[in-house]
């Protein structure tokens, strides 16, 4: 959620073809012809610009270390080696990255030079292209990078598989041993969360069920999902890398918790969520009393990081709010719940930097916001982390949660456009692993580029078919219409684009849950459980005369 108004980098560009998965086999004769790929001899072989590189022990995708450099205003973090090859050959460059924004290339190919990028990942992607070089080309310059002012961006076995272009490689790897320390570490009623230890030389996992294959994962925990409720199901994981697939590990048994349905507590069919800002951004200044009653769901934004992995406190900003004591804004929330409504504490926002990526900072994030919710009376939590997160531990961390909170937890989340375009992105994949206790996905249509619709189509915001198309993507890939929302800016001045009249809005929910309303995109059916919408924020709101709680409140509530 944007405390000052921003626009994504370069967004429109993730319409581009973009290869992110494990690189086909390589011809027999086939080797890798980067040299210290794993970066396991430092920055060996390696040059970095402006001393943006080094090299860490943690995370690594394979191996001991991997390549972490860091961009500054006006360098991109560019490492480069220069590779043998041979004329008139093809290859295949491939990297695993993890971080900021992170770019693969290669440079004199002699005819096309070739890229692929991904945006912030929490957890390690693998990108891959292909080039093929020229009639009398003997090397080519491999690259990574980030961009200018960003994260920074992690890489690690990089690979220019082909003929031997005569330079010399790293040694060929072996295939890696049987991973040990296989456990269940959490189940519900859908799925089951397993974690086991590293096995060295590894470059990635593959998980089995009943021995059928089910997914494949580069870390040491994975989450298996679609399962039936109460029903066990035995589980084995084998290592991998380019040099084939180790034996099975020992099997476990999980099993599946009975079904509960859908999450949400007590929360009305149709809902409006519009967030709390606990500062003064030159919005109006609200005490949570003035909430307009319109708003179901006030998400407070936000939530800090503390100096403890995964851990999070909250400071009311009573300065910046004229004076608001913890004691009004406790009685506040009591009297807000006491009209029926839930007040929910939000994590994250455009700045927030929370990072759940191992058990011990799962468990410190669901301990820290069951504080705040026994300290202050939250219903429960908004997940708003722009800055990526792991779907494996973030699961972990909310069904903690759940189990501290009970029944009544009340869980939603604000995803960018860009992390629901599939359900293979993190917050996709943790929405789905948590769905028998998520309230809403209330995605962001603003402050994005053009993206892909569920037809396939290319959709620019500020249309009604941008948000019918996207919204369709969530209800066609598995979330259910009760937990999928629509989130825009209450004002111009709310968001740094992708701001639509309450008009628009309310003919976009009209086209979900009726049919009618519709642009150019006819979703493939109707879904009158839809929950309804969301906004940045109800200050901005209230600075505009509160004229979209007004408009699309009554709207909402008045939905099939």
């Known amino acids: 959620m944007p405390i000052i108004s921003r626009q ?5 560009t993730v319409l581009t073809a973009l290869a992110l998965g494990f690189a086909g086999p390589a011809a027999a004769a086939d080797v890798n012809n980067a040299k210290n ?19 860490v022990s943690s ?53 096309t030079d070739v890229s692929a990028w991904t ?30 002012g960003q994260a920074a961006y992690l890489a690690d076995d990089v690979s220019v598989y082909g003929p031997d272009g005569g330079g010399g490689g790293d040694p060929a790897p072996t295939v890696p041993g049987t991973p040990g320390g296989l456990t269940v570490s959490g189940t519900s009623s859908s799925s089951v969360s397993l974690a086991w230890n590293a096995v060295s030389g590894a470059t990635g996992y593959h998980v089995y069920r009943d021995g059928t294959k089910v997914t494949a994962v580069t870390g040491t925990s994975a989450t298996v999902t679609g399962l039936a409720a109460s029903t066990s199901y035995g589980f084995q994981v084998t290592a991998v890398n380019a040099a084939g697939e180790s034996a099975k590990s020992g099997a476990v048994t999980g099993t599946t918790s009975a079904s509960t349905g859908t999450g949400g507590g007590a929360v009305p069919k149709h809902a409006v969520t519009g967030y709390w800002q606990n500062f003064d951004n030159g919005a109006t200044v609200q005490k949570l009393s003035a909430v307009q009653s319109q708003y179901d769901i006030i998400a407070v934004a936000f939530a800090d990081a503390t100096t403890t992995p995964g851990a999070v406190s909250f400071t009311l900003d009573s300065a910046g709010l004229g004076g608001y004591t913890v004691d009004q804004f406790k009685a506040d929330i009591r009297a807000k719940q006491a009209a029926g409504k839930k007040v929910v504490v939000s994590v994250g926002g455009q700045n927030g930097t929370v990072s759940v990526n191992d058990p011990a900072s799962a468990a410190n994030f669901a301990n820290s916001v069951y504080a705040l919710m026994q300290t202050y009376g939250f219903d429960g939590v908004d997940i708003d982390l722009e800055n990526g997160l792991n779907a494996t531990y973030m699961s972990q961390a909310l069904r903690s949660l759940s189990a501290k909170a009970g029944s009544g937890l009340v869980l939603t989340m604000a995803p960018q456009t860009i992390d629901m375009q599939s359900t293979s992105n993190a917050y996709f994949q943790t929405a789905l692993n948590v769905k028998d206790i998520l ?21 620019s915001q500020g249309s009604v078919d941008f948000l019918t198309a996207l919204a369709c993507i969530q209800l066609e890939g598995g979330l259910a219409p009760s937990q999928v929302g629509l989130g825009l800016p209450a004002s111009t001045r709310g968001a740094g684009s992708g701001y639509v009249s309450p008009t628009v809005v309310n003919n976009a929910l009209d086209c979900l849950t009726r049919g009618t309303g519709c642009g150019s995109f006819k979703p493939p059916r109707t879904y009158p459980d839809l929950r309804g919408a969301m906004t940045w924020s109800t200050n901005w709101d209230a600075t ?14 008045g939905l099939p």
């Not at 994504?8 to 429109?12: D, G, K, P, Q, V």
């Not at 970095?48 to 590189?53: M, R």
Request: charged share 5%; aromatic share 12%; with cysteine.
């Open 8 to 12: 994504r980098l370069w967004t429109t």
């Open 37 to 55: 790929a794993g970066f396991e001899s430092g920055l060996t072989g390696w040059t970095c610009s402006a001393g943006s590189g080094t090299t």
């Open 119 to 148: 945006p912030d990942s929490a957890s390690w992607k693998q990108l891959t292209t292909t080039f093929t070089t020229g009639a009398s080309t003997t090397s080519v310059t491999v690259y990574t990078h980030g961009w200018y």
């Open 59 to 111: 995370p690594v995708h394979g191996g001991a270390a991997a390549l972490k450099a860091t961009p500054a205003g006006q360098d991109n973090a560019k490492c480069v080696q220069t590779v043998a090859v041979k004329p008139n050959s093809t290859y295949t460059l491939s990297a695993w990255v993890q971080g900021g924004y992170a770019y693969l290339g290669a440079t004199g190919t002699g005819t």
């Open 439 to 459: 309230t809403v996905v209330n995605m962001q249509y603003y402050n994005s580029g053009s993206m892909l619709g569920c037809d396939g189509k290319v959709y």
């Open 544 to 557: 505009a005369g509160n004229t979209w709680s007004g408009t699309v409140g009554p709207h909402v509530h």
